[in-house]
């Protein structure tokens, strides 16, 4: 299957500080990527679509001042929690979709920890 | 009424035998239909995606489709500790859509 690569693997912050996370489509170019968060236990939640060469599309409930997203070109999308709280803690997941079915793949995911 | 739902379980079975998850959604547009698996801690991982009526078999997976029940199902044979984990069903209309997942179904494989 394709390869989707997310760094940091893990970061911890203090509160107030901003976090950049990278999500990379390995051999596939991904004009949309996706962003998903998941607390412990807890289902995968849609945060937002990434769209190279325009505009996130935020998910209802989302702040888009908060979780930057800019989809810099078709192999790379950046989520940046700024201002980050600890209730921003979670596990930050992206996926890409590889073809016109839906079929997406997904990065390894990033634990953020904010102190 | 969720677009995509699942049991969460947990489901337990004895190693070796079958295990079937199921998984029902509300959109009748829906088009691909996929089944992943997260193990705790990680991300997900596709195990299988069908597209049409029936089933499609894969190793020891089989995915099932009744687009006329809204219904797609996973079953696993001669199950394995190794299998233990949360399966999420997903579905989609299609395109580059976004996908919608289920909350997973927890499957535990007993020794």
């Known amino acids: 299957g394709a390869v989707v690569s997310q760094h940091p693997s893990r970061v911890i912050c203090k509160s107030g500080t901003s976090v950049k996370i990278e999500c990379r489509s390995l051999d596939f170019q991904a004009t949309t990527m996706f962003w998903y968060r998941q607390f412990p236990k807890k289902s995968l939640m849609l945060m937002a679509t990434?769209?190279?060469?325009?505009?996130?599309?935020?998910e209802q409930g989302v702040e888009k001042d908060k979780f930057l997203i800019n989809h810099a070109s078709l192999t790379l999308s950046t989520l940046t929690v700024t201002s980050a709280h600890p209730e921003d803690s979670s596990f930050y997941i992206c996926?890409?979709?590889?073809?016109?079915?839906?079929?997406?793949?997904f990065g390894p995911g990033t634990r953020l920890l904010v102190l | 009424q969720k677009e995509v739902e699942q049991n969460s379980g947990p489901l337990s079975v004895p190693e070796g035998a079958i295990a079937s998850l199921n998984c029902t959604y509300s959109?009748?547009?829906?088009?691909?239909f996929f089944w992943y698996r997260q193990y705790s801690g990680k991300s997900p991982e596709l195990i299988m995606s069908i597209y049409s009526n029936g089933d499609k078999e894969d190793g020891r997976f089989t995915a099932q489709l009744n687009k006329a029940s809204q219904y797609v199902s996973l079953l696993i044979r001669d199950s394995q500790p190794s299998d233990s984990a949360t399966y999420l069903c997903?579905?989609?209309?299609?395109?580059?859509?976004?996908?919608?997942f289920g909350t997973g179904t927890k499957l535990q494989v007993i020794p």
């Open positions: 959109d009748r547009g829906s088009q691909s």
């Open positions: 996926s890409a979709p590889t073809s016109g079915d839906g079929t997406q793949y």
């Open positions: 997903a579905v989609s209309t299609g395109g580059y859509q976004k996908v919608t």
């Open positions: 990434s769209n190279e060469g325009s505009k996130a599309t935020y």
